[in-house]
């Protein structure tokens, strides 16, 4: 069982912290050949998931960041802190246990859900709501032998708020842009291709699932993987910029930031998974006048069953 391991931002992961912070304009007057080598170093995705490894190089687990961001001293917002709490929808127990305790201590926590305004999650409602997705989740955490986190979280505490769109938003802002879910899938697909090129597609996984410890074994091969479906997911933007997936939801659960906010709660958390992150950091520090300060990594997955 992975063990949640908390680290301050300090010298190389401080850095990374702030790589999101990284101004476009500077990315647009770079060389071609230069943007892509430092995007091939670390990209905004990097800052919120990544692969722990010893100093032998091996894996040791998968981790999620939270990062705080606390509002400038002459800003409006000067005195307030929003942490953006990234995730990964199936974990070990024990990282779900971490994040709820950690979750029941701000004044609000804003979660991720298309679904109609106000939805609450209760456990016993879970099997009727489960989607495609939400099955082939549930059949990864078994073959995984890890748990779902709508089955861990404690959705229906006092402090938890839906801040996402509807499912009529969802379609709307699709029709408003002239997209898709046909075009937007279209897209994932493409930059999945891509991504089983870097990992080595099917084979690490089809290797792992001969393995005589293949829960870990799988665990190590498909970690991989995630890694490259969150940030494809991250970066499916259309030709114009935008996309419903992550910037369309990102602005609808901000508007019920402000509102949070605006309301006099001080201490509030964006729990949401690990790809809607990068975006959101940088509407905190455009639309708040907010900073990140430091990060704390926890243990989402034990990749190494000799630990």
């Known amino acids: 069982m992975a063990q ?28 071609p050949g230069k943007k892509k080598k430092a995007q091939g170093k670390a990209s905004k995705h990097d800052q919120y998931t990544r692969i722990k490894t010893n100093a032998q190089g091996v894996n040791q687990a998968l981790q999620t960041a939270i990062v705080r961001f606390v509002g400038n001293a002459e800003s409006k917002y000067a005195g307030f802190t929003v942490d953006l709490v990234g995730v990964v929808h199936i974990g070990e127990k024990a990282y779900y246990d971490k994040l709820d305790k950690r979750l029941s201590k701000y004044d609000t926590v804003l979660y991720e859900l298309v679904a109609p305004d106000g939805t609450r999650i209760r456990p016993k409602d879970l099997q009727a709501r489960r989607s495609v997705l939400a099955s082939v989740q549930t059949g990864m955490k078994d073959m995984l032998e890890l748990e779902y986190q ?79 479906m969150e940030a494809m997911t991250a970066g499916m933007s259309d030709e114009n910029g935008e996309d419903t997936l992550i910037k369309g939801r990102n602005r609808k659960a901000f508007e019920i930031l402000s509102e949070e906010l605006a309301a006099g ?43």
Not at 292 to 305: E, Q, V
């Open 4 to 31: 949640a391991q908390e680290t301050d931002t300090a010298a190389k992961e401080s850095a990374q912290a702030q790589a999101p912070a990284t101004e476009p304009s500077k990315n647009r007057k770079a060389k």
């Open 150 to 228: 709508l089955e861990q979280i404690d959705y229906m505490a006092k402090n938890f708020r839906h801040a996402d769109m509807s499912p009529t938003e969802f379609a709307n802002d699709l029709k408003r842009r002239g997209d898709s879910l046909g075009k937007m899938l279209g897209r994932m697909l493409g930059a999945s291709i891509a991504a089983q090129s870097r990992t080595g597609g099917d084979l690490g996984i089809l290797l792992a699932m001969t393995s005589n410890d293949r829960p870990h074994a799988m665990k190590n091969a498909m970690a991989k993987q995630l890694l490259d």
């Open 265 to 307: 709660k001080k201490n509030v958390a964006v729990f949401y998974g690990a790809g809607h992150l990068a975006d959101m950091a940088d509407r905190l520090k455009k639309d708040f006048q907010m900073q990140p300060t430091k990060t704390i990594w926890l243990d989402a997955w034990d990749l190494n069953p000799e630990d």
